[in-house]
């Protein structure tokens, strides 16, 4: 990859969009920012994006990068459905949803479920600010107890936390960042294209009109306050074997086949992102204490997605001629006399 290249020959350029709507200062505009410099590294072919989302700041998001991508905008919580169909009709396809708290969380939060229990094999991204933007900042189902609005209004009812629900239904990568750390979001995001099953990935994004002010959880000094950081991410694309081996505590300099180099750090602190029930109990001390735990929370790399459990072919469906999704007459007539 030269410098204005990446590995499939385009520019960083490709992978931008329209100018942005939102406020300035919005924490979803950083999280486009993320996602374009983690789609150039990652080297996707935009006709092989499909961008969905649902209704909400959140889901004007798609809009503001990979223009040439496929994107669907879809009815307030079906996003999972669209996103659905897209998949099933081409599994070759990188399905790319981009959704917000009240979009996943309040009305489609059984869309949300079920798509996580089926594990289709797409990156979802919940931009989280704990309000309803575009209708003046109501509180949202992730509001956390205790918050207060702008006006003064304390939020009482219980948060649903998306990640730890994520687990509870079986979701097979899941990950909780924050908009403002870019070097951890980035390496998270190319993680979660390169996982084949429900990728998850909780990105706390304040609100800097309604829900950025004191008192607030989902502010951007409350969370910078407040955020717990699981380890230090990175992202490796597959290529030869690399091996190596240090002690706890200290760090190595990896060099990589393409000439790049790596530092390793090895940690202290033994987490397993394997470990379903330990991660539901980082997340439920972490909220308890009234913190936002980041990094990679859980991971599982042995279910089958929903493609493989329902034996789809590997050519996309709309691919097929019609000699193979037609039986003939004959074939017709028999079946209709068993």
Known sequence: MTANLNIIGLTREVYKGLPTTLCAGCGHNS???????????????????????????????????????????????????????????NRELLVLGISGDGDTASIGLGQYCHMIRRNLDITYIVENNGCYGLTKGQFSATADVGSTQKGGKVNEYTTIDVCGLAIELGATFVARSFSGDGKQLVPLLQAAFSHTGTSILDVISPCVTFNDHEGSTKSY??????????????????????????????????????????????????????????????????????????????????????????????????????????????????????
Not at 282 to 310: K, N, P, Q
Request: net charge negative; aromatic share 6%.
């Open 31 to 89: 999280i486009t920012n993320h996602l374009i410099k983690a789609l150039y590294e990652y080297g996707i072919e935009p006709h092989m994006l499909a961008k969905m989302s649902g209704i909400g700041c959140s889901s004007k998001t798609p809009a503001y990068f990979v223009e040439q991508a496929h994107g669907f905008n879809g009815l307030h919580g079906r996003m999972p459905s669209a996103a659905t169909g897209a998949k099933l009709a």
């Open 221 to 338: 000094a409350y969370v910078k306050e407040h955020d717990v950081v699981l380890h230090t991410a990175d992202y490796i694309a597959g290529g030869r074997e690399v091996t190596v081996d240090y002690e706890p505590g200290t760090v190595r300099d990896v060099e990589l086949e393409d000439g790049s180099h790596v530092l390793l750090r090895k940690l202290d602190a033994d987490y397993d992102p394997t470990d379903g029930i330990a991660a539901l109990r980082t997340i439920h001390e972490t909220r308890a204490a009234g913190e936002f735990v980041t990094g990679l929370l859980y991971v599982d790399t042995r279910e089958r997605d929903l493609c493989s459990r329902e034996r789809l072919p590997t050519t996309p469906l709309a691919a097929l001629g019609e000699e193979v999704l037609r039986i003939d007459r004959d074939e017709w007539q028999r079946l209709m006399q068993a």
